[in-house]
């Protein structure tokens, strides 16, 4: 089995748009691909044709795939999945912490970890779960 590359991949209720707009306020994203629904070769509702059907965003050199979910589908967030972000640098990594976490909520506050790194963990107001650490 040869597998490429793993991306995560977030869906989101309609706020796919605003999402990409805090990653790239927060993270520094820039968007690679941005596609509409109302692009794509299929009928959708009215309401869902300015809806992200799929969006590729760079993230330090890396792949974030975002989009909105497709009619008559719901997402809800779980804990379960953190998408996972290692810093070098912990002054950025605690400005992208606050960006992230603001109208959302921290789950563990950034500190020093008894491993020797340093980490925090949160939820977006988009119900996104990220973990953020330096490594020792």
Do not use: C
Not at 30 to 52: F, K, N, Q, S, W
Not at 85 to 108: H, I, K, P, Q, S
Request: aromatic share 8%; net charge negative; hydrophobic share 45%.
């Amino acid at each position: 089995m040869t597998i490429r590359q793993l991306n995560p991949y977030i869906h989101f209720n309609g706020e796919a748009e605003a999402a990409i707009k805090l990653y790239e306020e927060a993270l520094g994203a820039t968007v690679e691909l941005l596609t509409r629904y109302g692009e794509a070769p299929m009928r959708v509702p009215e309401d869902h044709r300015r809806r992200i059907i799929h969006a590729l965003l760079r993230v330090g050199g890396h792949a974030l795939m975002v989009g909105d979910a497709p009619p008559g589908m719901t997402v809800t967030p779980t804990s379960a999945l953190h998408v996972t972000l290692e810093f070098t640098d912990e002054a950025e990594m605690a400005e992208a912490f606050a960006r992230l976490a603001a109208g959302g909520a921290v789950t563990m506050p950034l500190q020093d970890m008894f491993w020797g790194g340093h980490m925090g963990m949160l939820r977006d107001r988009f119900g996104v779960h990220w973990m953020m650490m330096r490594m020792p």
